[in-house]
């Protein structure tokens, strides 16, 4: 299977998304790279699969989002190797839905960080 690669309307996406979460001062520092992730596509596959990538980092977290197939998307953010979280949920459908949900769970986690005192 041939996984298409990210459009221009969907980096354009990427980016007003951002510019929603973090603001425009924050977002149009930030450059989105694209890059390719390797990826078992179902568990049971022995092989991986190379995927089309988005890649960016807001302050210390840096996020992933991959095509896993022509509407499929699985996304992930990560402070360290050690400390990386994904969004609750394996597979979108969506890219919109996607983005959103990796953006908020990031929130959700950069405020619990703050509120411990920090990052860890």
Do not use: H
Not at 29 to 39: D, L
Not at 59 to 74: E, I, K, M, N, Q
Not at 78 to 91: A, L
Not at 106 to 111: D, L, V
């Amino acid at each position: 299977m041939t996984i298409p690669e990210f459009s221009a309307s969907d980096i354009k996406l990427v980016q007003a998304t951002l510019k929603e979460r973090f603001g425009a001062a924050v977002a149009d520092m930030v450059e989105i790279k694209e890059a390719e992730t390797e990826i078992r596509l179902t568990p049971a596959d022995r092989e991986l699969t190379v995927c089309p990538a988005l890649f960016w980092i807001v302050g210390d977290c840096a996020f992933v989002l991959s095509r896993t197939g022509p509407a499929a998307y699985r996304a992930m953010f990560y402070y360290s190797v050690k400390d990386r979280f994904g969004t609750g949920q394996e597979e979108f459908d969506n890219l919109g839905d996607c983005l959103i949900t990796l953006l908020k769970v990031q929130e959700e986690e950069q405020s619990r960080r703050e509120g411990e005192g920090g990052i860890r």
